[in-house]
């Protein structure tokens, strides 16, 4: 028997959709799209805006913070100076508490007083009594001091005859008179400025310089040689105007003017001489010539330093005979002594010393007037000082 078998679903067809094709709907108007894209630029400018807004306030905020970190470091290192200036003035402080605590208090401070006061009153009655066993004040002493300077100036114008260094004490003992501004001065002044005007007078001696100036011509005497004779031939009209060698004309001419250029330095002959031909002298005569020049001139150096005028003239003339005796004015070694001689000649080494005693003997009356005037004024308030 044949079933009948019922259809299945897939076997079944879809029957076919009739599909209806529509036309496509029309666009909007131009109107209505430019009112879209207008609302849209519009909301993305205004979240531009909010963006920016937001970004400068979150800088500013950044700013700020940075403003107030600065501030608060400032004001920590502010805080740290006054930390450390704090601590200095403690340590300061305790220094200072130290240093009154080493301080004597007051009952030591009024005690110490007393016993300055004390020793005040002690030193001025040593005084006191010094004073009055001494008997001198400041201006005695330099009364004194000016009376020994006087001694002085007098042992040095006697003994040394030093003119510079009695004018100098002088005028010191003139500035202690001046000083003690006393009418009563006035002799003693007196005497002092006529004894000064004396010592300008005087020669200003330089022993030293001529002592000096003699040794120097000793060394140089040594040292002298006498100018030895030449011979030369003279015209015979014109005696002593040297004529102008005439070269040889032959060998044996040539062999004389040799020969006699050999001897001219032994003999010498002058036929129309006006002054003395000096023969030479031996090395032996011209040691002893130096010599005795040398020993008359340590002989002045001798006179110079004692200031005996007598011996030191005769030994400069000693010493110009020797050297007009024996060596030729010619030489102008000779001739340079010569002259340096007669100058030292000229000079002093001595002289008359004045008197200084008027000036001593005012000064020494002047002292005397003073101390006995002196003790008078000084008892009354040595009196009254006493305790």
Do not use: C
């Not at 290192?77 to 240093?99: H, I, P």
């Amino acid at each position: 028997m044949s079933e009948t078998q019922a259809p299945r679903a897939d076997d079944v067809s879809p029957d076919p959709v009739v599909t209806s094709t529509s036309p496509p709907p029309p666009p909007p108007p131009v109107s209505a799209r430019r009112k879209g894209s207008g609302k849209t630029s519009g909301l993305a400018l205004l979240a531009l805006l909010v963006a920016a807004g937001g970004l400068g306030l979150g800088g500013w905020s950044v700013w700020q913070l940075q403003q107030v970190r600065q501030t608060e470091q400032a004001r920590a290192a502010q805080a740290e100076d006054l930390r450390s200036q704090l601590r200095q003035l403690e340590t300061r402080n305790q220094a200072l508490s130290a240093d009154l605590a080493r301080l004597p208090s007051a009952n030591e401070l009024e005690e110490r007083r007393r016993l300055l006061a004390t020793l005040q009153g002690d030193q001025q009655h040593l005084a006191e009594q010094f004073k009055e066993v001494v008997g001198q004040s400041r201006q005695a002493w330099r009364l004194t001091e000016a009376e020994h300077l006087l001694r002085m100036a007098t042992l040095r114008m006697v003994a040394l005859q030093d003119v510079p260094s009695a004018q100098n004490l002088l005028q010191g003992v003139d500035d202690i008179l001046k000083a003690q501004n006393d009418p009563a001065a006035f002799a003693a002044r007196q005497q002092l400025a006529n004894a000064q005007q004396t010592l300008r007078q005087l020669p200003d001696l330089d022993r030293t310089g001529q002592f000096v100036q003699l040794a120097s011509l000793r060394n140089q005497v040594q040292s002298l040689e006498p100018l030895p004779p030449r011979f030369s031939t003279t015209v015979a009209d014109q005696p002593g105007v040297e004529k102008a060698a005439v070269p040889p004309s032959n060998a044996l001419q040539q062999w004389w003017q040799d020969f006699r250029q050999r001897i001219s330095g032994y003999f010498r002959i002058d036929f129309s001489a006006d002054q003395p031909i000096r023969p030479l002298l031996a090395e032996e005569s011209l040691a002893q010539v130096r010599l005795a020049m040398s020993l008359a001139l340590e002989q002045a150096q001798w006179a110079v330093l004692n200031g005996n005028q007598e011996v030191y003239r005769l030994s400069i003339e000693q010493a110009e005979d020797v050297l007009a005796a024996h060596f030729n004015n010619q030489n102008p070694d000779s001739r340079a002594v010569k002259l340096r001689l007669q100058e030292l000649a000229e000079r002093p080494v001595t002289f008359e010393a004045p008197d200084l005693t008027p000036a001593l003997t005012a000064l020494q009356a002047y002292i005397a007037q003073r101390q006995q005037i002196q003790p008078n004024n000084a008892a009354g308030p040595a009196q009254e000082n006493r305790p």
